[in-house]
């Protein structure tokens, strides 16, 4: 599923005194296949464009579609559409754990699929059930019949995540996806992340502060400010311009900060700043490997 907003914008509270424009003219392409990283100040207007992707927000002016939807200003909406978009564009949002509020994690994981697919049959729901959880990390077996609460902090966020894939989604959206974890729980669940791209979900869109995170884990990023994107590209061609993300208040990944004090000191390095690569460079340059 492609998606594509071109002139999106969106305004809170639009007739009162305390109106607040959010969006502010969007164009963006992200593609299928994409893990693709949205960055950008608190405000610039991240949270509420990924909103827009699965209807959660009308869109009020400006075109976007989605794969075949399409939820542009103007055009009639079908709530059956709309309900199929939303098992398609799986949306995760920031602390999912707090969500949990089933007495198992079967019923937890089961309530999206049978909300969106009432007339599977209860071994089908099963089936998906198992995959999801599976996809995720978990032992089916050992964690269906336990309370989500029995659970840790990181298995409560995979059974959250587990939630939005069952219903098998071609999208899957997450809003800052590692926030609260520790080192070692942010790098399984991005693993996790990767994995579930290869096996099950065409495209991953993470929304994020963490500029280590998305450069490390994205082919393409886009940069919100004041409402607007003012740069999309490969984390390589980002990151390669300190100037510009300094200009609009972000920092740089820590690999992209070491290339600019080496350059800073009349030694240059080419690399794409992850991690493998940069120590390559480094080594290359330095080592003659």
Known sequence: MQIISKGLTYTYNPKTEFKKTALNGVDLEINE???FGIIGQTGSGKSTFIQHLNGLIPVQNGTLTVGEYNLSSGVKKDKKALKTLRSKVGMVFQYP???LFAETVYDDVA?????FFPTLSEEEVEASVENALTLVGLNYNEVKNKSP???SGGQKRRVAIAGVLVTKPEVLILDEPV???DPNGKKQLLKILHDIHFKSVKTIIIVSHDMDEVCENCNKIAVF????VVECNSP??????AKKLEDLRLDLPITAKITEKLKEQGVEIETDYKIDDFIYAVKKRYLNI
Do not use: C, H, T, V
Request: overall charge negative.
């Open 97 to 99: 754990e707090y969500q």
């Open 236 to 241: 390589e061609l980002l990151f390669s311009s």
């Open 149 to 151: 609460f029995e659970l």
């Open 179 to 181: 926030a609260g974890l």
């Open 225 to 228: 400010s004041e409402g607007k």
């Open 111 to 115: 309530f999206g699929i049978k909300n």
């Open 33 to 35: 296949g994409d893990f």
